[in-house]
């Protein structure tokens, strides 16, 4: 499924529909280079999945997490992590991913470590403000965008 967006506000309404449908198990990994916007997308997850706004980079800290009574939304950064010592020191393998929802960006860094029902979102930046979103959810979702 393709949309584009036309301003960070309508990403993130985007993001938001995508974020309610999530469920316990769901793996988010974007491609898309510096500024396309993985982390508007997330914060648009974080408030569909009911997690609040207050989304930032994780860039610094690898992983950020937004914790709900029901769900947590782990939120990482791989840009800096490129082979499998480095994803192990983010504690990747110790999330319970069963039982939550994570968004990866710079999951090309990671690609073969990635699970298979992993849901892929490609942003790529056509101007300023205009974002072509490819979401590949094997068309779990596909309903909603009609
Ligand atoms: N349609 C749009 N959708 C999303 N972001 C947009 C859009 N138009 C402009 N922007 C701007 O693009 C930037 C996206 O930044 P964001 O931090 O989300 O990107 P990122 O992909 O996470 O970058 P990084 O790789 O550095 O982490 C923001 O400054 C945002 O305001
Ligand atoms: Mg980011």
Known sequence: MKIVTHSPEETVRAAQKLGSMLRPGDMIAYKGGLGAGKTTF????????????????????????????????????????????????????DYDFENNVAAVEWSENIAQFLPENTIYITIDPLSENEREIIIEDGGRFAAAWD
């Open 42 to 93: 997330t914060r648009g997850l974080a408030i569909g999945l009911g997690l609040g706004d207050n989304v930032s980079s994780p860039t610094f800290a690898l992983v950020n997490e937004y914790r709900g009574s029901e769900i947590t939304l782990y939120h990482f950064d791989m840009y800096r992590i490129s082979t499998e010592e480095g994803l192990e020191s983010t504690g990747f393998y």
